[in-house]
């Protein structure tokens, strides 16, 4: 993702609700008198909420967990292909790092929710910034000695603590670390002939001193170094959600009032669905039919990040999630609340999320070519799945509206 927001043409954002933080009255309130003779309010849904609450965090932790363990695998791998590089083990070295996308993808509902990921000193930007420069971390088609790889009278030294002072430096796009500096280091480029259909394709003699175009042993320490900080920042997540402190933010997230908790998920779900997923992901890459806009655009896996992000917000709205072992964690969700409260909504808002996990899964493979095959505002298959999530936003703002909120999903 992105770690700005966001760049998005208006016609993605007529209609969406705005002010964010205000909380409306309850819906049908209880009045009940206290021993004072005063009259408060009681929430008939204060206990379906604070279970939502408790399995929201369950899910979270459960999904970062998974995603670290999955990262460990990977880890394992590039140890493996750096230690005898093969066309085997840099294929093993691939389809670790495809693995490890797979429950990390769907991490990405827990965004734009003031949770951990976001703040200040959270670490999205350091696990899954994108689009990268490719120049700023190795040689190029355009030039052989280009990026920090190659520059060794800078950077004498490759280390995860230079990586990561050098992420982001002097621009957006200057990524050094995260998924998709591993992802390039394993695929290389992508052809810009996206009518080739096919992802980057880096030789593992890249990673055989004296075999490939130079700076080999910086490459692999490069790769390691990259690997370990990706353990350390979904380390943070994992520590951050776990049971048992009172000193994380888990605990500060379970202690907060129901309703705010309420406003925290729907805005994150909400503004993944319709601003972010359906627009900078989704919208501004069919605009400019452009590869460089797609998400994981070395190995051509982009259609599996926009599918995933997708199933992300259907595993909060229904609260289950399926972990990597095939088990499931689950409980009071935001459907049940919507069910005890409008029908008509839960209805329309689970045909929805059905419907957009349906076209995102339909878009055809791989999304750079797809992207030259139709354009905005036609009824291809990107631009039906890009409408089915813009529709599943609103839908999650007149739900918020239901509960007696108002979120801001732009």
């Known amino acids: 993702m992105k770690t700005r927001l966001l760049k998005v043409s208006s016609i993605l954002l007529v209609g969406i609700a705005v002010a964010i933080g205000c909380s409306k009255d309850e819906e049908t309130p209880v009045p009940v008198v206290a021993s004072g003779g005063t009259t408060t309010a009681a929430d008939p849904n204060a206990s379906a909420k604070t279970a939502i609450k408790e399995n929201y965090a369950n899910i979270v932790y459960a999904n970062y967990k998974d995603s670290y363990d999955k990262a460990v695998e990977l880890k394992t791998a590039l140890v493996s292909f750096t230690n005898a590089p093969s066309a085997a083990n840099l294929a093993t070295a691939k389809q670790s790092w495809l693995d490890a996308r797979e429950p990390y993808g769907q991490t990405e509902a827990f965004r734009f929710a003031s949770g951990p990921i976001d703040d200040a000193n959270g670490p999205e930007g350091q696990l899954n910034a994108w689009p990268l420069d490719e120049a700023y971390i190795d040689y190029t088609s355009s030039s052989s000695t280009s990026g920090i790889i190659n520059d060794v009278s800078t950077y004498p030294t490759i280390s995860g603590s230079i990586l990561d002072g050098l992420n982001e430096q002097g621009g957006e796009a200057n990524i050094s670390i995260g998924y998709h500096a591993i992802e390039f280091l394993l695929w290389g480029q992508d052809d810009a002939n996206t009518s080739l259909q096919t992802s980057g394709n880096r030789p593992f003699t890249d990673f055989i001193v004296g075999s490939g175009p130079g700076n080999e042993q910086r490459r692999k320490d490069y790769l390691l170094a990259v690997a370990d900080l990706l353990l350390d920042h979904l380390d943070l997540m994992v520590k951050a959600w776990e049971t048992g402190n009172s000193n994380n933010y888990r605990a500060s997230f379970i202690a907060l009032p129901n309703n705010t908790m309420l406003q925290y998920i729907l805005t994150g779900i909400g503004t993944l669905s319709k601003a972010e997923l359906a627009g900078e992901r989704m919208f501004v890459a069919l605009t400019n039919q452009d590869q460089?806009?797609?998400?994981?655009?070395?190995?051509?896996?982009?259609?599996?990040?926009?599918?995933?992000?997708?199933?992300?917000?259907?595993?909060?709205?229904?609260?289950?999630?399926?972990?990597?072992?095939?088990?499931?964690?689950?409980?009071?969700?935001?459907?049940?609340?919507?069910?005890?409260?409008?029908?008509?909504?839960?209805?329309?808002?689970?045909?929805?999320?059905?419907?957009?996990?349906?076209?995102?899964?339909?878009?055809?493979?791989?999304?750079?070519?797809?992207?030259?095959?139709?354009?905005?505002?036609?009824?291809?298959?990107?631009?039906?799945?890009?409408?089915?999530?813009?529709?599943?936003?609103?839908?999650?703002?007149?739900?918020?509206?239901?509960?007696?909120?108002?979120?801001?999903?732009?």
């Open 292 to 410: 460089e806009d797609e998400h994981s655009c070395f190995s051509d896996n982009t259609h599996r990040d926009i599918i995933l992000n997708a199933q992300g917000i259907r595993n909060v709205y229904t609260g289950s999630y399926t972990k990597t072992d095939g088990s499931v964690v689950s409980g009071t969700s935001l459907k049940d609340l919507i069910t005890q409260i409008n029908t008509t909504i839960e209805g329309e808002m689970n045909v929805l999320s059905l419907a957009t996990i349906s076209n995102t899964s339909a878009m055809p493979v791989p999304f750079d070519n797809a992207l030259t095959q139709e354009s905005v505002g036609g009824s291809g298959p990107i631009m039906t799945a890009i409408l089915s999530l813009q529709n599943q936003g609103d839908k999650i703002s007149e739900m918020a509206d239901a509960f007696g909120l108002t979120i801001s999903i732009d």
